[in-house]
């Protein structure tokens, strides 16, 4: 059984979604305190974790970020809070998915059985060698899901690695957001552009020499993105 965190000061909410994740078979710990939230999410074993980001003691970008350092389990962050400029801050904290409040119950679950799904198929996979994806300057080791330039390891999220990944794996073909999202993310991309915006954007900051100039993703204004090879 599949363990969640939700880290939401708005009890009725969190008891909200507890409820509907418990009926969906989720066994699902709640803490109103960020403070709180935090501890419990570095020091015990979660398969996942909703977080809202206007939290007391410690909001939820901090949260994040520090549970990113030491952890790559999926993250949810929700928010009352509509501007595009927070999402792209959660999303680049190394969140894996942003859903602004008021939503729905179902929607949250449906969210996260996709998220987990495709994390286990991610770390349930053990092949006997490591699958190796090279191309000028940038390795990516599949199996142990890790990228390279030049021979420097790069730090990725989840969501950054599967999209650089896939990409790669796919050179010269052009994909629209709405491809790549429902690719990536397993969701439909409805309200969710800004979201491979972003993962583009941080992936471009770690592998590109000059962004603005990139020799691996390569922006199709009005269409999309390709990877040049």
């Known amino acids: 059984m599949s363990r969640i965190l939700i880290i939401e000061d708005e009890a009725a909410i969190a008891e909200l979604e507890k409820d509907y994740l418990e009926l969906s078979d989720f066994e699902v710990q709640i803490e109103n305190d960020g403070k709180k939230g935090l501890e419990s999410a570095l020091n015990d074993n979660y398969d996942l974790l909703i977080l809202d980001l206007m939290l007391p003691s410690v909001d939820g970008f901090d949260i994040c970020k520090e549970v990113r350092k030491v952890k790559d389990i999926p993250v949810i962050m929700v928010s009352a809070k509509k501007d595009d400029i927070d999402k792209i801050r959660g999303l680049g904290l190394g969140a894996d998915d942003y859903m602004t409040k008021p939503f729905s119950p179902s929607e949250l679950v449906a969210r996260v059985k996709a998220h987990l799904a495709r994390y286990e198929r991610l770390v349930g996979s053990n092949p006997g060698t490591n699958d190796i994806v090279e191309i000028r300057g940038l390795k990516i080791d599949k199996t142990a899901r890790r990228v390279y330039i030049d021979g420097e390891e790069k730090s990725f999220t989840t969501k950054e690695f599967d999209l650089l990944t896939f990409l790669a794996q796919n050179p010269n073909h052009v994909y629209t957001k709405d491809e790549l999202f429902k690719k990536i993310w397993d969701m439909d991309s409805v309200g969710d552009i800004a979201t491979v915006t972003v993962h583009i954007k941080k992936i471009r900051e770690k592998i590109e020499f000059d962004t603005s100039n ?15 090879i």
């Open 214 to 228: 990139p020799q691996y993703i390569e922006t199709i204004w009005g269409v999309g993105y390709r990877f040049k």
